[in-house]
């Protein structure tokens, strides 16, 4: 049963890579990507030709890496996320190998991890995104798993402890290729408040550790940071660690605000279809905690304190951000599996046959995902992505013209309008936005006979009823509309 499941897991993540690419990150960091690829660049981030700073390279590495396999689409885009994901559910599968039977686990507890894992709508749902948050998530995990492997290992195991380490602080030092800082600060935090809530010091061999590991943290990270300073400087501390840190964490510079509880509601819904157990493991780990407060005696559980360490410094950390989406917490999520897991393996200890449930919900969840993909989510990539708009034109013979927003910013444009769209005259790589028909036309090049444009559906009436150019639609996405403009 546990290689079916595994190849279905396999399939699933990989099934659909090559819809195209749904909201506005999708897109962008994928232009990013192909610009680096299109120059055999591997350090400095562009966007329209412009330097972009906003995101580390660690995405944009596996991107032009299967960029150079599977040539420039959607699924190239999208591969090495998808590795990820499978990455982040092995990494917690071989932790819980390393664990044993400790912690009043069962033997079957690695296969319970693996399928509570591979299932979790949060992860499936991540793997899929040509985005940051699931490139994060798997240097986060491995960093934190390769910790506990140490923290548990047996006095006569002093090399695996040393590797272990090593692999903790190396993986620390790759998250902050990934998104940044937090590479660094999540690891650190999170182990300081598991060693608070369990009341005791890190051993010696973990606390030497702090004398060679931070270097091995900065020597994984210096395989880009170093390279990105030494070409683009001052300008790269700026925009990168002062504007993409600080001022996106204190402020809502961003345009993300959301209420404070937000991601208390978004993490639990990320452990779907396992809920109902995640909540169970929350509330019995609130009545221990109470019942110890009471002084009565409980009992404690290290794997879930670990765990509760792991989830909660995230979601406190950015609930108070003052920008916040949900792919956010995701690094905290490979820590409700955990949490998750150890219910989920308590429940089938109970009863042997429970088994077959776990694994029919498992499947089910899998089915489900896959006809989400094969049918709404494909539906809903008509609605929203510029892929369509521009094989209509393609198709139509408009292959060169140069491509303007009317009343809005098309940022799906930025990957399939790529080298044809008018961008700010200030050398920003944005596109511009234009808010009228003259004020196309007389962006137009003297040469210039015909542009296309793209425009919210409901403003297609300022298209058809303008007496300055001539025009064609191409074709409509319902949200969004293309027309060809022609000098008369």
Partial sequence: MMIAFTLCFVVVYLFGLDLPFLGPDEPRYSQVAREMFGRGDWVTPTLGGADWFEKPALLYWLQITFFNIFGVNEFAARFGSALFGIGTTVVLYILARNLGRKHGLSEIFPQVTLIVGASCIGLIAFSRGASFDIILTFPIAASLASFYIAENSEKGESRKRTLALFGFFAFAGLATIAKGLVGIVFPGAIVTFYYLLVRRFPSR??????????????????????????????????????????????????????????????????????????????????????????????????????????????????????????????????????????????????????????????????????????????????????????????????????????????????????????????????????????????????????????????KIDQIENNQVLGWKKIGTNVEKSFYLLQRK
């Fill in 205 to 458: 061999a973990i606390a030497l550790s702090l004398l060679w590991g931070p270097i091995a943290t900065l020597a994984v990270a210096a395989f880009w940071y170093l390279p990105m300073y030494q070409v683009n400087g001052w300008k790269f501390i700026d925009e990168f660690f002062i504007q993409h840190h600080f001022q996106r964490y204190t402020s809502n510079k961003y345009l993300h605000p959301q209420p404070f509880w937000f991601f208390w509601i978004v993490f639990p819904a990320m452990t779907i279809p396992w809920i109902p157990f995640f909540l169970n493991g929350v509330w019995r780990s609130l009545k221990g905690f109470i019942a110890a407060r009471k002084g009565e005696s409980v009992e404690r559980s290290d794997l879930r304190m670990f765990a509760a360490a792991w989830m909660l410094f995230p979601l406190v950390f950015f609930s108070m951000s003052g920008s916040k989406l949900p792919g956010y917490v995701l690094p905290a999520l490979p820590a409700g599996i955990l949490f998750t897991a150890e219910v989920v393996d308590r429940y089938i200890a109970k009863k042997g046959g429970r088994i077959k449930t776990v694994f029919a919900i498992a499947f089910g969840t899998f089915a489900v995902a896959a006809i989400l993909v094969a049918w709404p989510l494909k539906e809903w990539s008509r609605h929203d992505s510029a892929a369509y708009l521009v094989e209509a034109a393609t198709t139509q013979g408009y292959t060169d013209e140069r491509i303007v927003n009317l009343h809005m910013i098309s940022h799906s444009m930025e990957f399939y309008g790529a080298g044809r769209l008018v961008r700010t005259d200030i050398g920003d790589g944005k596109q511009r936005r234009f808010d009228s028909i003259s004020e196309i036309e007389r962006a137009m090049k003297p040469d210039e006979k015909q542009i296309l444009v793209i425009l919210p559906t409901d």
